[in-house]
């Protein structure tokens, strides 16, 4: 077993007794820190970045150079899937991801190739052994994927979408094409964090960004339906430790129950629902991470450490609460207040824990 140094984060996830709340942040590597900024600027571009093994540890490790943070994630994106699918990602200035080849029609979807992580996305696999080997059992190192749907609606609406007007119209008109498209998705996702957690990651987090705007029906079938295939799918053990593996589904606190049976160990859960209720409703089942809304880190710092403080309150003494921000982090946002955040979790935390 490798030494970890903190295991907070891996010991919440399981349900075990910490000393304190351990605390992470989603995108917590990225545009709010100047040292990032700079280091994006020398690079050029982002995927550039992503693809360099070297640099994208360094992005990874620049947060945890300035706050106690319990984790560590991979710097990468959700989008190398499709990418590596041979959709041609790229990013344009101030509007977000693009496909130069976004999906159309179903002959594209048969023609898909399933990525080999090995060789197409060895650059990934690459920086996860580059990361571990730098972390060095400092703390957990997190790999990640996006959700199959999550992925298909960048896929079929070739860039961000408000209304996902072409895909949910493919999702009632042309359902089975999108199931083949979803399916494909889900063995290249379990073949890429199986690939992940070979080469060092620790944990594994699933974003469904988008799960949210679907209806209840429909969020079964296309989305959680494809990301329990995919919690089946992967090694769920690896150097002597138990991998575990969050879902998060923005918007989905109404699905909760759903989410909590389907065989993850923690559910990610954004501000829009009570800490306090959904551990009510979904037991001792799994861990719960969140649920901070990310805009409370433009408020001045007693602010902050009153929310810390509402929310701590509000999930009480028991085991299995990762704190983290209901969603990403903002880019604007001052790294102080960061700063502020972190420590308020973990010193108005140690209370909760000394009890138990
Ligand atoms: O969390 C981390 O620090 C690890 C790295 C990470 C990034 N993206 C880096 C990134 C993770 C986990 C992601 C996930 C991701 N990427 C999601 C799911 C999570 C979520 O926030 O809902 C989604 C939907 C994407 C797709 C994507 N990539 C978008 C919408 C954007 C933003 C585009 C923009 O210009 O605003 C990206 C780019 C991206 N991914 C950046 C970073 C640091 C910014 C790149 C830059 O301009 O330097």
Same mark, same amino acid.
């Not at 699933?206 to 969020?219: A, E, K, Q, R």
């Not at 433009?298 to 003494?317: C, F, H, M, T, W």
């Given at each position: =077993?490798?030494?970890?140094?903190?295991?907070?984060?891996?010991?919440?996830?399981?349900?075990?007794? %910490?000393?304190?709340?351990?605390?992470?942040?989603?995108?917590?590597?990225?545009?709010?820190?100047?040292?990032?900024?700079? &280091?994006?600027?020398?690079?050029?571009?982002?995927?550039?970045?992503?693809?360099?093994?070297?640099?994208?540890?360094?992005?990874?490790?620049?947060?945890?150079?300035?706050?106690?943070?319990?984790?560590?994630? *991979?710097?990468?994106?959700?989008?190398?899937?499709?990418? +590596?699918?041979?959709? #041609?990602?790229?990013? %344009?200035?101030?509007? /977000?991801?693009?496909?130069?080849?976004?999906?159309?029609?179903?002959?594209?979807?048969?023609?898909?190739?399933?990525?080999?992580?090995?060789?197409?996305?060895?650059?990934?696999?690459?920086?996860?052994?580059?990361?571990?080997?730098?972390?060095? #059992?400092?703390?957990? *190192?997190?790999?990640?994927?996006?959700?199959?749907?999550?992925?298909?609606?960048? =896929?079929?609406?070739? #860039?961000?979408?408000?209304?996902?007007?072409?895909?949910?119209?493919?999702?009632?008109?042309?359902?089975?094409?999108?199931?083949?498209?979803?399916?494909?998705?889900?063995?290249?996702?379990?073949?890429?964090?199986?690939? !992940?957690?070979?080469?060092?990651?620790?944990?594994?987090?699933?974003?469904?960004?988008?799960? /949210?705007?679907?209806?209840?029906?429909?969020?079964?079938?296309?989305?959680?339906?494809?990301?329990?295939?995919?919690?089946?799918?992967?090694?769920?053990?690896?150097?002597?430790?138990?991998?575990?593996?969050?879902?998060?589904?923005?918007?989905?606190? !109404?699905? &909760?129950?759903?989410?909590?049976?389907? /065989?993850?160990?923690?559910? #990610?859960?954004?501000?829009?629902?009570?800490?306090?209720?959904?551990?009510?409703?979904?037991?001792?089942?799994?861990?719960?991470?969140?649920?901070?809304?990310?805009?409370?880190?433009? +408020?001045?710092?007693? %602010?902050?450490?009153?929310?810390?403080?509402?929310?701590?309150?509000?999930?009480?003494?028991?085991? $299995?609460?990762?704190?983290?921000?209901?969603? $990403?982090?903002?880019?604007?946002?001052?790294?102080?207040?960061?700063?502020?955040?972190?420590?308020?979790?973990?010193?108005?935390?140690?209370?909760?824990? +000394?009890?138990?």
């Amino acid at each position: =077993m490798t030494e970890l140094k903190n295991d907070r984060y891996l010991r919440a996830l399981l349900r075990q007794k %910490v000393d304190r709340t351990p605390v992470w942040m989603m995108r917590q590597a990225g545009r709010y820190l100047p040292e990032y900024r700079a &280091l994006r600027q020398q690079v050029g571009d982002f995927m550039s970045l992503c693809r360099d093994p070297d640099l994208a540890c360094e992005a990874t490790l620049q947060p945890l150079r300035r706050f106690e943070l319990d984790a560590a994630i *991979l710097f990468s994106d959700i989008l190398t899937i499709p990418d +590596a699918m041979g959709l #041609g990602l790229h990013f %344009v200035q101030g509007e /977000g991801p693009r496909f130069k080849t976004p999906i159309q029609e179903r002959r594209q979807i048969e023609q898909l190739v399933i990525p080999d992580p090995l060789t197409d996305l060895k650059y990934v696999i690459d920086a996860v052994t580059t990361i571990s080997h730098e972390l060095d #059992g400092a703390v957990p *190192l997190i790999g990640f994927a996006g959700s199959p749907w999550t992925l298909a609606t960048y =896929m079929v609406e070739g #860039g961000p979408t408000k209304q996902f007007a072409i895909i949910k119209s493919m999702m009632y008109r042309e359902p089975q094409s999108l199931h083949l498209l979803l399916n494909k998705l889900a063995v290249a996702v379990t073949d890429y964090l199986n690939a !992940q957690i070979a080469a060092g990651a620790q944990s594994i987090m699933i974003f469904d960004t988008w799960g /949210g705007v679907l209806s209840s029906d429909c969020y079964r079938a296309f989305s959680l339906d494809y990301m329990q295939q995919i919690v089946e799918g992967l090694t769920h053990s690896a150097r002597g430790r138990r991998v575990p593996v969050t879902l998060f589904s923005k918007n989905s606190s !109404q699905w &909760l129950e759903w989410i909590a049976q389907s /065989g993850c160990d923690a559910v #990610g859960i954004d501000w829009t629902c009570e800490l306090g209720d959904a551990r009510a409703r979904v037991g001792h089942q799994v861990a719960l991470q969140g649920n901070m809304d990310p805009s409370v880190l433009y +408020a001045p710092v007693d %602010v902050i450490e009153q929310e810390v403080a509402r929310i701590l309150a509000q999930y009480g003494s028991e085991a $299995g609460h990762v704190f983290n921000l209901g969603h $990403g982090i903002h880019q604007d946002v001052p790294p102080e207040h960061v700063a502020a955040f972190v420590n308020a979790v973990h010193r108005l935390s140690q209370p909760y824990h +000394a009890l138990s």
